[in-house]
């Protein structure tokens, strides 16, 4: 179905190649995923398939592809329409009306399907991933996770024989998630679709996969089942690193496998977790804060406080009022009822550079942020907005994406190199409380490492506030004191993170699916818990 032969990629003012002689065959019916750091080319590859690159970005491309028996080289983009569905990392850029039903009709139309045929397939998508209480929804009030499942459904009711999807999942809630790829899963099985997927979140799409593109930084690629890809990456999910920590037969791909392989580690009796309240100062106050769309109450008569030295982390479904809620703490809008107050002013009536070092703010499109024509001059302006050494915000960018160009247009970074580039801004400047909406979209297992340092040092050490709404309970896991999950505009649970994670299966991390009942949520939880009881100290 997907051939590539002898590809090479280098864009234009690149000092090197994206690819070099890359050459893989996609079988008719497979779902497979594309893995590989931040930066290293895997939207690109999604992009050649369909042929935005180079047709729409320019760049020289020696080799071949071709989809379906069509050459890519020699059909554009609209040529393939009708065979290739494809959905970006951010779906909010390929939207072109205003409603959630004129989106997915809006393909169909310019393809002048008949009317009936057009009412059928809207109303199969719309029972498919559940959008059907959205379908007279104005696309600019739903949350990012709603976009991505009506981005989804537009490319699917054109019944494509191949779908590319760039970081699906980046934007959705657990459950969400599985609904999708199960979908997608269904579809592969049942009408021989293809499926490439790019996915950083590889604990969700694992299971999935059939095959694994494996990209590296130098622009060679291997393709391979998951377990022999898996063995040897530097990229993959909790259960994998935790395989390996142990020395498990094999790598395993899913919780069920591994937790089979570890059953022996389950026999004695688990340590139990100790919750620690935090001592630090009230820095953000809300008293019963309620906001609503129209009729749509996003916000109900909320009550909750932030501390120094505290990284929150709020969850809940797409849709719960995680957004709203940070928006009303950031002072974006005035809610209809109830108060809010950081470090005792009113978030509205705060301005300039008083309100840069006491708020800082990344919002779910980063891009919103960035007004300079290159990255080094972003980071220059940075310098002297917050009184800092000359290259240190571009030094701290470097730490968190090594990948980055300095002499690159923002708007040319890949979505993740993008985020990693506000963060290095916006951190720089040292705030109070710093909000982050979705931070790690489009960001790979290194780079989110690093952020994890940088965040628990800038709470911890620096005594400052970190709140984060996230749908990856792995980061979660990883760097939350504390988790409030929210649910229609409700607080429904607040609590320490090993408290509330544990008690929704959904929202667990791998670690704590595998190693349950054992209060574990990370490897790292894991390997000291083990080490701890099977080698007291003291015994030899």
């Known amino acids: 179905m997907i051939s590539f032969s002898n590809v090479s990629l280098i864009y234009p003012h690149s000092l090197r190649t994206v690819f070099d002689n890359l050459s893989f065959t996609i079988e008719e019916g497979e779902m497979v ?43 554009k983009p609209g040529g393939l329409a009708h065979i290739i569905g494809i959905v970006g990392q951010n779906p909010a850029h390929g939207f072109v009306t205003d409603t959630v039903e004129e989106e997915l009709v809006f393909g169909m139309e310019a393809l002048n399907f008949s009317q009936d045929v057009m009412r059928k397939r809207v109303e199969e998508i719309l029972d498919l991933l559940s959008l059907t209480h959205l379908r007279q929804r104005s696309i600019s009030t739903l949350s990012g996770g709603e976009q991505q499942r009506v981005a989804i459904g537009s490319a699917l009711v054109m019944h494509p024989k191949v779908l590319v999807l760039d970081e699906p999942t980046s934007a959705l809630d657990p459950i969400a998630a599985e609904e999708v790829l199960s979908i997608l899963h269904r579809l592969v099985h049942d009408l021989g679709l293809t499926v490439v997927i790019s996915e950083h979140k590889l604990e969700r799409v694992i299971g999935f996969a059939d095959r694994i593109i494996s990209i590296s930084r130098d622009g060679q690629a291997e393709i391979d089942i998951p377990e022999e890809i898996l063995k040897r990456s530097a990229i993959a999910p909790p259960i994998v690193h935790l395989a390996r920590a142990l020395n498990l037969d094999s790598v395993g791909t ?40 129209g009729q749509k109450i996003a916000l109900r008569e909320i009550t909750l406080d932030f501390r120094t030295g505290e990284i929150t982390a709020v969850m809940g479904r797409n849709g719960a009022g995680k957004s709203t809620l940070f928006k009303s703490i950031v002072g974006f809008h005035s809610s209809d009822s109830g108060s809010v107050r950081v470090l005792g002013n009113n978030p509205i009536e705060l301005h300039g550079v008083d309100r840069l070092k006491k708020i800082g703010y990344i919002p779910q499109e980063p891009s919103d942020l960035l ?28 730490r968190l994406t090594p990948t980055v160009n300095p002499e690159a247009h923002p708007r040319d970074l890949s979505e993740g190199q993008r985020l990693s580039l506000v963060l290095a801004l916006i951190l720089c400047s040292a705030p109070e409380v710093l909000i982050m909406d979705e931070p790690t979209r489009g960001l790979d297992y290194q780079a989110k490492t690093m952020l994890v340092d940088t965040l628990v040092s800038y709470a911890r050490n620096l005594g400052k506030c970190v709140l984060i709404a996230t749908h990856d309970v792995e980061l979660v896991a990883e760097v939350a004191d504390r988790v409030v999950f929210i649910a229609d505009g409700d607080v429904v649970a607040d609590g320490a993170t090993v408290d509330v994670l544990l008690s929704s299966p959904a929202f667990a991390p791998q670690v704590a699916k595998v190693m349950s009942p054992a209060p574990w949520l990370t490897v790292k939880d894991a390997l000291k818990a083990i080490s701890d009881v099977t080698h007291p100290e003291g015994v030899q």
């Open 254 to 293: 899913s919780v069920r496998e591994v937790r089979r392989m570890t059953s022996h580690l389950r026999d004695f009796t688990p340590l139990v977790a100790q919750s620690s309240d935090s001592t630090g100062e009230n820095v953000v106050e809300i008293n019963k804060l309620s906001h609503r769309y």
């Open 33 to 75: 995923l594309v893995i590989g750091a931040t930066g290293s080319g895997k939207s690109s590859l999604l992009r050649l398939i369909n042929g935005l690159v180079p047709h729409h970005t320019g760049g020289i491309l020696a080799g071949d592809i071709s989809v379906d028996g069509i050459s890519t080289s020699l059909t």
């Open 371 to 398: 007004i300079h024509p290159s990255v080094a001059k972003e980071c220059a302006a940075s310098d002297r907005d917050n009184g800092l050494e000359a290259g240190s915000t571009l030094a701290f960018l470097a």
